[in-house]
């Protein structure tokens, strides 16, 4: 099992920075990627970023170049750097874990909202 659990969520205005942090927990050795995934009202879930095992990187273009996604292995914990924030970006921000087994583990998730 892996439990997951973000922070940093909040209210910012169009231009600031947030970041997120994805502590994780439980089955570590067994995870190969984890991903920030975000769903606004009414909108399905998207990708946002992910990061392997190895610390491939890959993001949604609608935030490429403004937002990075890292991970502290002493801390067990990844991150999501997000500068720049539009409007757009309001969103609850869910981390979610794919082991070597394809199980998919998923935290609770932290709203983002970014006022105009």
């Known amino acids: 099992q892996v439990q997951l659990v973000e922070s940093g969520g909040g209210l910012v205005q169009a231009g600031g920075s947030l970041r997120l942090s994805c502590a994780v927990s439980?089955?570590?050795?067994?995870?190969?990627?984890i991903g920030w995934y975000r769903q606004a009202p009414g909108k399905q879930r998207e990708l946002v970023a992910g990061?392997?095992?190895?610390?491939?990187?890959n993001y949604a273009d609608s935030v490429q170049g403004r937002f990075s996604i890292s991970r502290e292995n002493a801390k067990n914990t990844v991150y999501l750097q997000m500068n720049s924030l539009k409007p757009e970006d309001t969103a609850v921000y869910y981390c979610?874990?794919?082991?070597?087994?394809?199980?998919?583990?998923w935290g609770q998730g932290t709203q983002v909202t970014v006022s105009p």
């Open positions: 439980g089955s570590t050795f067994s995870i190969n990627r």
């Open positions: 979610n874990a794919r082991n070597l087994g394809m199980t998919v583990y």
């Open positions: 990061i392997s095992s190895g610390g491939n990187t």
